[in-house]
């Protein structure tokens, strides 16, 4: 007498290997939703300082306004020359959870350049 076989259960097997795969690249692409979230924030915020300070207001202020453009912990530097401004942004992004930590933190830039706008 032969030993019958079936395919039942073969989908439960199938789902368990396939499903941590699944979560995985789903975090992993919501991971670079966010970094390029922040790239995004990044160059705003760089130009938005760069134009504040070009047209003749505060380093100070314009940092203080770049600052809320761009993402928390974000590094905002203002280079003031005889005829241009130059800002540069630095946003560090994590690794998103303990799933993706192997991969560290990654510094996004920004830079932003503008005329110095003539003043009275």
Not at 52 to 62: H, T, Y
Request: charged share 20%; glycine share 10%.
């Amino acid at each position: 007498m032969g030993v019958k076989r079936t395919d039942q259960g073969t989908v439960t097997a199938e789902s368990v290997v396939v499903l941590p795969v699944l979560v995985l690249v789903a975090v992993s692409l919501s991971w670079l939703v966010s970094l390029g979230v922040v790239q995004i924030r990044a160059v705003d915020a760089a130009r938005e300082t760069a134009r504040i300070v070009a047209r003749g207001e505060s380093s100070q202020k314009g940092i203080s306004v770049g600052s809320r453009v761009a993402a928390p912990g974000s590094t905002i530097s203002v280079s003031v020359g005889e005829q241009q401004v130059v800002v540069r942004v630095v946003s560090r992004v994590r690794g998103p959870g303990r799933l993706l930590a192997a991969l560290g933190s990654v510094d996004l830039t920004a830079q932003a350049i503008a005329a110095r706008e003539p003043g009275p």
